[in-house]
Structure formats: structure tokens, C-alpha cells
T-cell receptor
Framework: AQSVTQLGSHVSVSEGALVLLRCNYSSSVPPYLFWYVQYPNQGLQLLLKYTSAATLVKGINGFEAEFKKSETSFHLTKPSAHMSDAAEYFCAVSVDTGFQKLVFGTGTRLLVSP | EAQVTQNPRYLITVTGKKLTVTCSQNMNHEYMSWYRQDPGLGLRQIYYSMNVEVTDKGDVPEGYKVSRKEKRNFPLILESPSPNQTSLYFC?????????????FGAGSRLTVL
């Protein structure tokens, strides 16, 4: 069965600093990988997804993630944090089993200070 | 506007009092799913449905029921709520399920069971 591990339940950065949120996955077959973001009092929305077309995936709001098979990682980065990036971020993995079985990580709350 | 609508958004109830959380989507999606979100545990799948009259258990189905009588609706039923079902609940949907599909989430329903 597939799984994801997000290192760090909370990450704090200053506005303008690099954002790095870590995600490692486990899957016995080629995975699909996702990052979802949850702003306060809202549902989750897709930030970006990896479906094997390209290892570097660009998402909304300047975020990107790189799929590294050798490291089983899919870390999320943004060169310069903005106050509006403060939210909870979830990494998720799925495989083709004939239905959508999306397995989420435990989430990382990003705090951005002025 | 394409969306998943959940009601109620907030609910406080007492142990044993049956309740239903409704979920409706207007995108003609075949696949629908319920998740619960708890601090430190991320999102865990409760039940899912691949189409009308087709439902199956997720990872944490105990204490919950669902039905899918119409394509657009997927209500979550708590027959006899208990305090350990206090949580934030999300409904989500997508087209014909495959591993690469993106889920559209509702805004969430925060349930407190006293």
C-alpha cells in the first residue's frame, strides 16, 4: 500500500525567504503525487500534481515540486514566501488501482512572519 | 460555478442523536468520497462511491453510513454519534476515478459531539 510522510508539522519562515516543505512517499508501483493547500476555514485545493510527464512540476502561486525517484521524495518549494502563503499543506499519493485511492500525509502548517 | 456543497458547515450535537451531513456536487462526477481531518492525522477516508448505488468502506468507516441514490448527492450519516467523531469532515468528488484525477473538495463541516 502507498503512503506519504511529511517531515515537520510546522514550518516557520520570514516573508521573502525560501519555502521548503518535505514529502517522502512509499509505493510499489509508479505513483501519482499531489500537493494540496488548505487556507483557514476552507476546503483543500490543488497546488500541483505529478503524473510522470515531467519531474519538475510547477503549480499555482509560484510553487513547484520535484519528483525524485531515487530519494522517493516530492518536496514543495517556493523561492520567496509571501504572507498569503500561510496555510496547511498536504502531500498525497495515489496509484492506478481502478479507483481514486488518495492517501494523505499528516500535513505541514506554514507560518510566515513579516 | 463548479462546486461541492456541504451542509451544515458547523454543528454541535449530543451523543446518540442521529445526524446527516449532506454533500452535493454539480459537476456530474461519478466518484465521491468522505474524509475526516484530525490534528496530527491528516485526512483519512471514511467511505467512497464510484457511482450511483456503489459504495465502499475507506480506512475509518466505523460509526458512519453513506448512500448514493443520485449521482449528485452523497450524504454522510452518523446513526449514533459519539465524542470520538468530533472532527472536521470533507466531501470530495472527481470524474471517472483514476489515480491521476484531481479531487474537488467541499468547504468542510465541523462537527462537535458532546
Amino acid at each position: 500500500a502507498q503512503s506519504v510522510t511529511q517531515l515537520g508539522s510546522h514550518v516557520s519562515v520570514s516573508e521573502g525567504a525560501l519555502v521548503l516543505l518535505r514529502c517522502n512517499y512509499s509505493s510499489s508501483v509508479p505513483p501519482y503525487l499531489f500537493w494540496y493547500v488548505q487556507y483557514p476555514n476552507q476546503g483543500l485545493q490543488l497546488l500541483l500534481k505529478y503524473t510522470s510527464a515531467a519531474t519538475l512540476v510547477k503549480g499555482i502561486n509560484g510553487f513547484e515540486a520535484e519528483f525524485k525517484k531515487s530519494e522517493t521524495s516530492f518536496h514543495l518549494t517556493k523561492p520567496s514566501a509571501h504572507m498569503s502563503d500561510a496555510a496547511e499543506y498536504f502531500c498525497a499519493v495515489s496509484v492506478d488501482t481502478g479507483f481514486q485511492k488518495l492517501v494523505f500525509g499528516t500535513g505541514t502548517r506554514l507560518l510566515v512572519s513579516p | 460555478e463548479a462546486q461541492v456543497t456541504q451542509n451544515p458547515r458547523y454543528l454541535i450535537t449530543v451523543t446518540g442523536k442521529k445526524l446527516t451531513v449532506t454533500c452535493s456536487q454539480n459537476m456530474n462526477h461519478e466518484y465521491m468520497s468522505w474524509y475526516r481531518q484530525d490534528p496530527g492525522l491528516g485526512l483519512r477516508q471514511i467511505y467512497y462511491s464510484m457511482n450511483v448505488e456503489v459504495t465502499d468502506k475507506g480506512d475509518v468507516p466505523e460509526g458512519y453510513k453513506v448512500s448514493r441514490k443520485e449521482k449528485r448527492n452523497f450524504p454522510l450519516i452518523l446513526e449514533s454519534p459519539s465524542p470520538n467523531q468530533t472532527s472536521l469532515y470533507f466531501c470530495a468528488s472527481s470524474f471517472i476515478p483514476s489515480g491521476a484525477n484531481v479531487l474537488t473538495f467541499g468547504a468542510g463541516s465541523r462537527l462537535t459531539v458532546l
